[in-house]
């Protein structure tokens, strides 16, 4: 059960855009739309944000939005706020062991 | 509204045993699959263990397989997670966490956690 694979660190200013990566394999990420991202602050629970790649629970903001190629999904926040700043996390099914993955964490600074 | 309670974690030794629970409410608990997830302290999520909405199937990392046993009772809305023959590094938050869509097998994602339980193995 390896981890899905995302930079340990991204940044961006308040406004602009950045996007997480989540590299997997093609018995993960490239073999099934189950990827999901969560959004995770100190001390707290991790929070939905994507699910099925790229769909937005309800009261998540439109500016998170999800992708996918190949073994990869991707992660995109738009007009970057404070708030925004927290650890991301990917998840996804596994067919090698059926089961699910986290990818190692991506912590977003907002300078 | 969802919310999941865990209870139960706390300090024990290598080789002890511990029960942890997640009270659930705010939702047709019968109906989901479960999951347990954990993280270690400064570390990323692990996912540990999944259980069917009505208990038929049980999938477990291979980290605690053969050790830790999940199970539920929808009786009283409760998920619980049994942990023996504990190593230090099963230290971590205990999270409690419902899957995404109703009757599934637990491949399509989580969408409400709880705050999580500490379990601390150390002598």
Redesign the interface.
């Given at each position: 059960?390896s981890?899905l694979t995302q930079p340990a660190s991204v940044s961006g200013s308040p406004g602009q855009s950045i996007t997480i990566s989540c590299t997997g394999t093609s018995s993960d990420v490239g073999g099934?739309n189950?990827v999901?991202w969560?959004q995770?602050h100190p001390g707290k629970?991790?929070?939905?944000m994507i699910?099925?790649v790229s769909n937005r629970?309800s009261g998540v903001s439109n500016r998170f939005s999800g992708s996918k190629s190949g073994n990869t999904a991707s992660l995109t926040i738009s007009g970057l706020q404070a708030e925004d700043e927290a650890d991301y996390?990917c998840?996804s099914?596994t067919s090698s062991?059926?089961?699910?993955?986290?990818?190692?964490?991506t912590k977003l600074t907002v300078l | 509204q969802v919310q999941l309670v865990e209870s139960g974690g706390g300090v024990v030794q290598p080789g002890g045993s511990l029960r942890l629970s997640c009270a659930a409410s705010g939702f047709t608990f019968s109906s989901y699959g479960m999951h347990w997830v954990r993280q270690a302290p400064g570390k990323g999520l692990e996912w540990v263990a999944f259980i069917r909405y009505d208990g038929s199937n049980k999938y477990y990392a291979d980290s605690v397989k053969g050790r830790f046993t999940i199970s539920r009772d929808n009786s009283k809305n409760t998920l619980y997670l049994q942990m023996n023959s504990l190593r230090a590094e099963d230290t971590a938050v205990y999270y409690c966490a419902k899957d995404l869509r109703e009757y599934s097998y637990g491949y399509d994602g989580i969408d409400y956690w709880g705050q999580g339980t500490l379990v601390t193995v150390s002598s």
């Open positions: 059960q981890a099934y189950y999901s969560y995770q629970a991790p929070k939905l699910y099925d629970p996390y998840s099914y062991s059926a089961s699910v993955v986290f990818g190692g964490g | -």
